[in-house]
């Protein structure tokens, strides 16, 4: 090793310390994301034929991964300059790093189901939705700017009918409502229940789309529910919602949680998720 050190110079593992930390930062910040999908199935699809490239002696192939090596950096921005522009964007903010964190505090939670709980006693419908790994400001960038501190008399007034956004849905980007009136993909799923009116679809295309999670009002039968990765809880109780979404958002509580859970749980509710997932169809309660 220390031959190795003695061979490289100081200058090199500079050199190479200072590429391997701009990797982890990008790696860090599309985490989560579809590019990190996309980067994932590039690199594993390049390194095969690399290697097949290498053992046997398929000239052709080695040409065309040539200039497809050299030409990488060009593919990915052209293949993410939308992923690009909006990380970009978000680099300068000082919380960029920590929205799981800042989205899972006691306050905000408290605020979104309180929210939820006046919304449904008073017969408002309204559709919340989660920011989580992947950044949703493509939504955002379509609805009514806020960019407002989390409150339950917000929300309330946003989603109030005589609101000039009540229509859509609010985004929380990093612990604060980014925008409201925002409109979200429909989802496509022929299984899902059609009971379901296009609330509920926005909330399942949005939840399919994305890894957001979605706060459901209804304004018809008055009941909330949590569309998570298409799976939709229904008839949840505020208590029910805040400590679900504590969970979700905060995935380290897990354990803690699990040992501590007794009776009527989050565990619970997420196995009921399970059972209502959109292809399932149909209310199991
Ligand atoms: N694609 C969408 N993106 C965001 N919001 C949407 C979208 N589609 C519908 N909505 C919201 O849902 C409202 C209509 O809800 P609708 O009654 O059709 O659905 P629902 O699922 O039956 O909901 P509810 O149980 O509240 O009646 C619209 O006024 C609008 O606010």
Redesign the pocket.
């Known amino acids: 090793m220390a031959e190795l050190f003695q061979k490289l110079g100081p200058w090199a593992i500079v050199d190479i310390l200072i590429i391997a930390a701009i990797i982890y930062r990008l790696l860090l910040l599309i985490r989560g994301t579809r590019a990190m999908q996309m980067v994932l199935g590039i690199l594993v699809l390049a390194g095969l034929t690399f290697l097949v490239s290498q053992i046997y002696p398929l000239t052709t192939l080695k040409w065309v991964m040539d200039k497809f090596y050299s030409s990488i950096i060009i593919i990915i921005v052209i293949l993410f300059q939308e992923d690009i522009r909006r990380v970009l964007s978000r680099m300068g903010k000082k919380t960029v790093f920590q929205s799981g964190e800042a989205v899972s505090s006691r306050q905000i939670l408290d605020e979104i189901t309180r929210a939820a709980s006046s919304l449904t006693s008073k017969k408002i419908?309204a559709?919340i939705v989660i920011e989580r790994n992947i950044i949703l400001s493509r939504y955002v960038d379509v609805g009514i700017l806020v960019d407002s501190r989390i409150s339950k008399e917000l929300l309330v007034a946003i989603f109030h009918p005589t609101s000039p956004v009540h229509?859509?849905?609010v985004i929380i980007q990093q612990g604060r409502i980014a925008a409201a009136g925002?409109?979200?993909p429909?989802t496509r799923d022929e299984r899902v229940d059609p009971d379901?009116?296009?609330?509920?679809?926005?909330a399942i295309g949005m939840s399919q789309e994305t890894d957001a999670l979605v706060v459901v009002v209804?304004?018809?039968?008055q009941a909330i529910s949590l569309v998570v990765d298409g799976n939709v809880s229904r008839n949840l109780g505020p208590k029910e919602l805040r400590k679900v979404l504590r969970n979700l958002l905060s995935p380290d509580r897990d354990v803690s949680e699990k040992k501590k859970s007794s009776g009527k749980n989050w565990n619970q509710v997420i196995e009921r998720m399970k059972i209502f997932r959109s292809g399932g169809g149909g209310e199991h309660e």
């Open positions: 419908g559709l229509d859509g849905a925002c409109f979200l429909l379901l009116g296009t609330r509920h679809r926005a209804s304004e018809e039968t």
